[in-house]
T-cell receptor, first 115, second 113 residues
């Protein structure tokens, strides 16, 4: 079984401040981990992914995440928030299952950026 | 990255009618596509897994006779909501698997009156 837990359904940061969105995972096999961003009334856009290569993963729009096996975490960070970063962010875990991949999503964290 | 399209992006229908949603992978072949439903302020819930040329696999609690899925080619999967009711109103999102990454469509907003 696999699962992800996102701590904090809402996070507010000031423009220019550090963004930290937390994600912890549970998986019985080495996981693949993803962060997706969703803007209102839109689908999901892949921000970054961890697939067992480098533990520090850089994504689009200045985001990065670090895979920490000892902490079973994959937190998303960005040094300086922009207004355009306001959106909902989903952490996801994937593991091979029966020949195809099944993704489990976290409940999402809504990021608010305050000017 | 890979592109997945959905059509229509927005549909309003009367209760009791059927609605078909198309999901296309535009620049890659997706042997596996997934259909999700997202209610307001909630996460995505997997409805079913669609494999090209075979029957879809539905998640527990999802009525296969109500949500008909067809994956006739490597680039097209369709979801038909049969005899739609207001409680079926939701945001439906499909995804296609390419190189072990899921690429998502832009979603279809279904409103059943």
């Amino acid at each position: 079984a696999q699962s992800v837990t996102q701590l904090g359904s809402h996070v507010s940061v000031s423009e220019g401040a550090l963004v930290l969105l937390r994600c912890n995972y549970s998986s019985s096999v080495p996981p693949y981990l993803f962060w997706y961003v969703q803007y209102p009334n839109q689908g999901l856009q892949l921000l970054l992914k961890y697939t067992s290569a480098a533990t520090l993963v850089k994504g689009i729009n200045g985001f990065e995440a670090e895979f920490k096996k000892s902490e079973t975490s994959f937190h998303l960070t960005k040094p300086s928030a922009h207004m355009s970063d306001a959106a909902e962010y989903f952490c996801a875990v994937i593991s091979p299952l029966g020949g195809y991949q099944k993704v489990t999503f976290g409940t999402g964290t809504k990021l608010q950026v305050i000017p | 990255g890979a592109v997945v399209s959905q059509h229509p992006s927005w549909v309003i229908c009367k209760s009791g009618t059927s609605v078909k949603i198309e999901c296309r992978s535009l620049d890659f072949q997706a042997t596996t596509m997934f259909w999700y439903r997202q209610f307001p302020k909630q996460s995505l819930m997997l409805m079913a897994t669609s494999n090209e040329g075979s029957k879809a696999t539905y998640e527990q609690g999802v009525e296969k006779d109500k949500f008909l899925i067809n994956h006739a080619s490597l680039t097209l999967s369709t979801l038909t909501v049969t005899s739609a009711h207001p409680e079926d109103s939701s945001f439906y999102i499909c995804s296609g698997v390419g190189l072990r990454v899921q690429y998502f469509g832009p979603g279809t907003r279904l409103t059943v009156l």
